[in-house]
């Protein structure tokens, strides 16, 4: 019997609050799927809550780091009809690519990955939460395998927030923690033919960190993040900061050209996300208010109760409730617990 999907909806959630990697999310997510939706492999894409910046990859029997570079590189230059922003924007949260060349309905070059390849059919779906883009499902079939169909895609757009939710809450249940064993932060150098220049040995350590599960030795695959969050230092009003989820707590990269253009190198630095990287995307991860925002960043500071309540003219009566909607919302028990987690 097939399982309808309000049930797949609550197994997604448990699951998610169980996956201990991305990986294994990502498999649960793919495994939940194929009896409403068949597919021969997966690629899931995560995005920064605040910047959209990508955040994490996983995959399996899919495309190689060519494809994520191109669907980054399609995604801040707007180049593609079938990105995440786009799909969200016209509130199509699922479509269909197929690599029959006469349909037209996305580039020559993604046509050319899809049949080295051997894929035929492609399943597009915004992961979305009312309005709010958490990241980008790729299903794929095949060149052998029956082309995905408007009923799936229907299907899996009505199973888009329920998928969402359940990345949200993965990220959600790992968020706040201390950062263990964290290296100095590193620095990766790229040329602007997105080269790899130099790289501090700091970098090795923290790229070992943000592709913890990688098989094999692929350098497309080890510094996908490093040149997807150069391209978006490249243009103009852009900001290129990522919080990505590790095994040892959150990373945090950044990206800044090395000439006014912006056209040339990029150095991007790679450390532990502190508090006021965290505390924006905590915000929107667990729904604090811009006042509990307030709360915890005097209680970072180091200030006592008394002297919050002073400095932001309020009761000793609404900050201890403030504190307590704060607990709640995020899991932590205490203060204590809260500050470490969202210190170095």
Excluded at 49 to 72: N, V, W
Excluded at 156 to 180: D, E
Aim: net charge positive; aromatic share 4%; charged share 20%.
């Amino acid at each position: 019997m097939i399982p309808d999907a309000k049930l797949i909806s609550q197994t997604l959630l448990s699951a998610a609050a169980e996956a201990t990697t991305i990986s294994e999310l990502g498999k649960v997510i793919s495994e939940n799927l194929a009896p409403l939706i068949s597919h021969d492999g997966f690629m899931l894409r995560g995005v920064d809550p605040i910047t959209g910046a990508a955040c994490f990859l996983t995959k399996e029997h899919g495309y190689g780091a060519s494809f994520y570079r191109a669907l980054e590189t399609a995604e801040v230059l707007g180049h593609d009809r079938h990105t995440l922003t786009n799909l969200v924007s016209k509130e199509r949260l699922a479509t269909v690519l197929g690599s029959d060349p006469r349909a037209r309905r996305h580039s020559l070059q993604h046509l050319e990955m899809m049949n080295a390849t051997e894929v035929g059919s492609e399943l597009r779906v915004a992961l979305c939460i009312k309005g709010t883009p958490w990241g980008l499902l790729v299903l794929l079939r095949g060149r052998g395998s029956r082309p995905f169909s408007p009923a799936d895609a229907l299907t899996a757009g009505r199973l888009s927030p329920s998928i969402a939710a359940a990345l949200k809450r993965y990220l959600a249940g790992r968020f706040l923690r201390p950062v263990r064993s964290a290296p100095p932060p590193g620095v990766v150098v790229i040329d602007g033919n997105d080269k790899i220049m130099a790289v501090t040995q700091t970098g090795h350590d923290w790229m070992r960190k943000l592709v913890p599960d990688i098989e094999a030795e692929d350098r497309g695959e080890t510094f996908a993040h490093i040149w997807n969050i150069a391209i978006t230092a490249r243009q103009p009003g852009r900001q290129p900061l990522s919080r990505i989820p590790g095994p040892d707590g959150w990373i945090v990269l950044q990206a800044q050209p090395l000439d006014a253009s912006g056209s040339g190198g990029v150095a991007v630095t790679i450390q532990s996300a502190s508090s006021d990287v965290l505390l924006p995307a905590a915000a929107v991860l667990y729904g604090i208010t811009s006042r509990e925002q307030a709360v915890i960043r005097s209680a970072l500071t180091g200030l006592a109760v008394k002297q919050i309540a002073r400095s932001l003219d309020l009761s000793l009566h609404t900050v201890n409730d403030h504190f307590k909607a704060i607990y709640r919302k995020t899991g932590v028990n205490s203060r204590e617990e809260l500050v470490a987690s969202l210190s170095q």
